[in-house]
Every structure is written in structure tokens, then in C-alpha cells.
């Protein structure tokens, strides 16, 4: 499956923004859809999952400011978020695995896209 993220920008902290993650090559449904970051100097964390038959999943941290959503006719996921804060800012890569695998972390997902830089300044 080939993967596009878009969506990034410059935006200032309280603002908004939504990614956006189009899915190319097989059935969107076929895979657990996650969006991770990576800030600089920082390693790569998880962001939100999605997952067709058991729903999404969040950062602990991120709870309540991101919000994950897909349009399966699109074959396209996105990431709402809200109240954006300097340390948002990071590399937004959505990622995908098979849904027979599991694991939320960076090495349990098999297709990345390119990645879309956030920037939020203060």
C-alpha cells in the first residue's frame, strides 16, 4: 500500500490543522492506519491508531486534541488537531501495518508515507 500525508503548515499555538493520509495499492480496510511524529532530535512516537474492527486509539497525551477520522470511499485517514502547542511541532507520518499484526510502536508498522512537516510557533 503506498501512503501520501499532507496537510502540514505553519500555524500559531491555539490553532488548528487536519492531515491528511490518502491510501493507494489495496483495501484501505485491510490495515490499521497510525500517524506518528517525530520532533527533532527526538525519536519517533505514536500519535493515533485506527483500527476497522476495534476502533482508535490515542497518545495518553494527546487524548482529547487529536482526533482521528477515515473516508473509506476516499481511502483517506485524517488527524484533527486542535490547541496546538510549540511541542506539536514535529515530522507527521502516517504509517500502516496488516490488521494481523499488532503494537503501536514505530518498528510494528510496514508502509510509511513521506511524511508532512507541522510547525507551531509561539
Known amino acids: 500500500v503506498q501512503l501520501q500525508a499532507s496537510g502540514g503548515g505553519l500555524v500559531q499555538a491555539g490553532g488548528s490543522l487536519r492531515l491528511s493520509c490518502a491510501a493507494s495499492g489495496r483495501t484501505f480496510s485491510s490495515y490499521v492506519m497510525g500517524w506518528f511524529r517525530q520532533a527533532p532530535g527526538k525519536e519517533r512516537e505514536f500519535v493515533a491508531a485506527f483500527n476497522w474492527s476495534g476502533g482508535t486509539y490515542y497518545a495518553d497525551s494527546l487524548k482529547g486534541r487529536f482526533t482521528i477520522s477515515t473516508d473509506n470511499a476516499k481511502n483517506t485517514m485524517y488527524l484533527q488537531m486542535n490547541s496546538l502547542g510549540p511541542e506539536d511541532t514535529a515530522v507527521y507520518y502516517c504509517?500502516?501495518?496488516?490488521?494481523?499484526?499488532?503494537?503501536?510502536?514505530?518498528?510494528?508498522?510496514?508502509?510509511w508515507g513521506q511524511g508532512t512537516q507541522v510547525t507551531v510557533s509561539s
Open positions: 504509517a500502516a501495518r496488516p490488521k494481523y499484526t499488532s503494537g503501536s510502536s514505530p518498528t510494528s508498522y510496514v508502509y
